[in-house]
Nanobody, 124 residues
Framework: QVQLVESGGGLVPAGGSLRLSCGAS????????MGWFRQAPGKEREFVAA????????LYRDSAKGRFTISRDNAKNTVYLQMNSLKPEDTAVYYC?????????????????WGQGTQVTVSS
């Protein structure tokens, strides 16, 4: 079992930055691929970024490339999402998730555990 708790959301102006954190409990955190997803009002939840546990390979949605950075600290059981140059269209509830697969995956059904989400609002 892995329990996930996100933090770091808030209200920022367009062009600003936020760093989301996701703390995990569970002794096997370091063996999970970790991902970030988001869901805007009236829209389906979508993939944002993922990072593997072994070689720290990363994967991003196109709109996040060059602006967002996913990282993890296995010693602290924490995964981060650094978001820069934020845009109003980044407004959403952001969720972290853990997948027992060892590879980079973007499909939501691949992820086994989910956090409760943290709200990010970017004002124009």
């Amino acid at each position: 079992q892995v329990q996930l708790v996100e933090s770091g959301g808030g209200l920022v102006p367009a062009g600003g930055s936020l760093r989301l954190s996701c703390g995990a409990s569970g002794r096997t955190f370091s063996r999970y691929t970790m991902g970030w997803f988001r869901q805007a009002p009236g829209k389906e939840r979508e993939f944002v970024a993922a990072i593997t546990w072994r070689d720290l390979s990363t994967l991003y949605r196109d709109s996040a490339k060059g602006r967002f950075t996913i990282s993890r600290d296995n010693a602290k059981n924490t995964v981060y999402l650094q978001m820069n140059s934020l845009k109003p269209e980044d407004t959403a509830v952001y969720y972290c998730a853990a997948a027992s697969t060892g590879g980079l995956v973007r499909a939501q059904g691949t992820y086994d555990y989910w956090g409760q989400g943290t709200q990010v609002t970017v004002s124009s």
